[in-house]
């Protein structure tokens, strides 16, 4: 399975989230979602794969950046980035950094984690 599939199976599978969200599954996406949708909702992408280790021409170790955004109304963010960030360190992730910003209609929380990955 790709790191995309594991990311979204976990959030879809974690039965603490799901009920944060009003459309549960259906308010997470991958790569983009939609601005229809209703908030919050959340929405991952691996923005980067970059080779870290290399022995005799091969790639032996890489690192894997997933952005998570959590889009809200009014920045209320704490519970999902909770429940969020307790999926990613299952996966082996780690808190890379985070920012926020904000227009006159949404507040959107951006999240990067960060895998160091074995390649086989």
Request: without cysteine; hydrophobic residues 35%.
């Given at each position: 399975?790709?790191?995309?599939?594991?990311?979204?199976?976990?959030?879809?599978?974690?039965?603490?989230?799901?009920?944060?969200?009003?459309?549960?599954?259906?308010?997470?996406?991958?790569?983009?979602?939609?601005?229809?949708?209703?908030?919050?909702?959340?929405?991952?992408?691996?923005?980067?794969?970059?080779?870290?280790?290399?022995?005799?021409?091969?790639?032996?170790?890489?690192?894997?950046?997933?952005?998570?955004?959590?889009?809200?109304?009014?920045?209320?963010?704490?519970?999902?980035?909770?429940?969020?960030?307790?999926?990613?360190h299952k996966l082996g992730f780690m808190f890379d950094n985070d920012n926020e910003i904000?227009?006159?209609?949404?507040?959107?929380?951006?999240?990067?984690?960060?895998?160091?990955?074995?390649?086989?």
């Amino acid at each position: 399975m790709s790191i995309e599939s594991d990311v979204y199976g976990t959030f879809i599978s974690d039965n603490l989230l799901l009920p944060l969200l009003p459309n549960g599954t259906d308010s997470i996406y991958e790569g983009i979602g939609t601005e229809s949708a209703p908030n919050p909702r959340v929405v991952f992408a691996n923005i980067s794969t970059v080779s870290v280790l290399t022995t005799d021409d091969k790639e032996n170790l890489k690192k894997v950046t997933i952005q998570i955004s959590i889009i809200t109304d009014d920045g209320n963010y704490d519970d999902l980035i909770t429940h969020i960030d307790e999926d990613m360190h299952k996966l082996g992730f780690m808190f890379d950094n985070d920012n926020e910003i904000m227009d006159a209609q949404e507040r959107t929380k951006i999240i990067r984690y960060v895998k160091l990955q074995e390649v086989q």
